[in-house]
């Protein structure tokens, strides 16, 4: 559960479908692969097992040392050149091969119904449980379609996928370099999400605090603006983070966090926080049908 109320802001902008779901490996994590055991692997740990492929020894030190100090993206640029060719197939062999089924986290997400949904996962998890629930209204975005701006304003429901799609493994942005190539090459999708940013409320679930890209988008916005002026963004997670680090994402992207009880190692906590949640907003949007005031 959530050791707070959810905020009132959050849950009418959520009922009022003017906020956005970003999930991260956090959520895929709540899947289970065919053989009820295996479970897509969060991003440091994904590392950390491929590093292991190659041993720690003297030239694979600076790897394992990149992964310790949080210099993810150059961990991950070294290590998909080592596996080479060879790459596709490990990620395939870890993300799509076990056959993961959705689990209650991926259930309730969906059912928050926010029309827009990014994705920072390269696995279709998520989309195969919201297609379910919300059947043919849903279309699937890459930050790399020249109509990826369609979901600012389209009527249908949205599922953009911000890292690409293992469906097309030469357009994931997984390493230092793709995130560099990405932001030169795909600045249609870097000024929908800005404007995204602009006009709805975002809630991070399952996420990380140091995508470099998403980053830079919050940083200008949040010093854009007078502090205080415009409502916080919403980052979700387990205890753990320093007040200090905590007042910094407040401060320098307008991020708010929000901390759950993880419960146990599965983070069953989180499973019970977003149901609290959309027992809020199903409740706020009956209010709405009842008053009218959309």
């Not at 708010?256 to 959309?278: F, Q």
């Amino acid at each position: 559960m959530l050791t707070e109320q959810w905020p009132s802001n959050l849950v009418k902008d959520l009922a009022r479908r003017r906020a956005i779901l970003v999930i991260g490996s956090g959520v895929s994590r709540h899947a289970t692969g065919a053989d009820g055991v295996t479970r897509p692997p969060v991003w440091k740990s994904f590392l950390r097992d491929a590093a292991n492929r190659f041993g720690r020894n003297p030239a694979t030190e600076h790897i394992f040392r990149a992964i310790d100090e949080g210099d993810l993206l150059h961990a991950c640029e070294w290590l998909k050149n080592r596996f080479d060719e060879n790459w596709t197939t490990h990620l395939r062999s870890l993300f799509v091969d076990p056959h993961y089924t959705p689990g209650r986290l991926h259930e309730l997400l969906a059912l928050l119904d926010t029309r827009v949904v990014f994705s920072l996962n390269f696995d279709d998890i998520y989309e195969t449980k919201s297609r379910e629930i919300n059947e043919a209204s849903q279309f699937t975005k890459n930050y790399y379609d020249t109509d990826v701006c369609e979901f600012l304003r389209g009527s249908a429901r949205y599922v953009v996928k911000v890292h690409g799609s293992l469906a097309s493994p030469a357009s994931l942005i997984f390493t230092q370099e793709d995130y560099s190539k990405a932001r030169s090459r795909n600045s249609l999708f870097y000024s929908a999400f800005d404007a995204a940013l602009m006009t709805h409320t975002f809630l991070f679930v399952g996420c990380g605090y140091g995508d470099p890209d998403i980053n830079l988008l919050l940083e200008n916005q949040a010093f854009s603006v007078i502090p205080g002026t415009v409502n916080p963004h919403y980052f979700l997670t387990s205890a753990g983070l320093p007040e200090d680090l905590r007042n910094s994402l407040r401060r320098n992207r307008n991020l708010k966090t929000l901390i759950y009880d993880r419960v146990d190692d599965n983070h069953s906590g989180l499973v019970a926080a977003i149901e609290d949640l959309l027992t809020r907003v199903n409740d706020e949007r009956a209010l709405l049908i009842e008053n009218g005031n959309w």
